[in-house]
């Protein structure tokens, strides 16, 4: 995965419903936890659910990851959102 400034990080697919949802293996080897994106319908549209689990906060890699994505996520939802209202 490209990750821009970051770089790239290994991932390894672990699910794909077309449709439905795709979960990976994040940082593979490194990092391993889990982003899972899934697909809602609802009456009026879709509704986008993001997981990202399995953060080892027991380690110091673990506990700085989890600051750095409870930072990096809420910044980047509403650029998705931006994007799927102009579809």
Not at 38 to 57: C, P, S
Request: hydrophobic letters at 45%; proline letters at 5%.
């Amino acid at each position: 995965m490209d990750m821009g400034a970051w770089g790239q990080q290994q991932c390894e697919v672990l699910a794909v419903e077309p449709g439905e949802l795709i979960s990976f293996l994040f940082a593979e080897g490194q990092l391993d936890t889990t982003v899972t994106w899934r697909l809602e319908a609802i009456d009026d549209g879709t509704v986008l659910h993001l997981e990202h689990a399995g953060f080892r906060l027991d380690t110091p890699m673990g506990q700085q990851a989890f600051q750095g994505m409870g930072s990096g996520w809420p910044g980047l939802l509403p650029r998705i959102d931006g994007v799927l209202a102009g579809v």
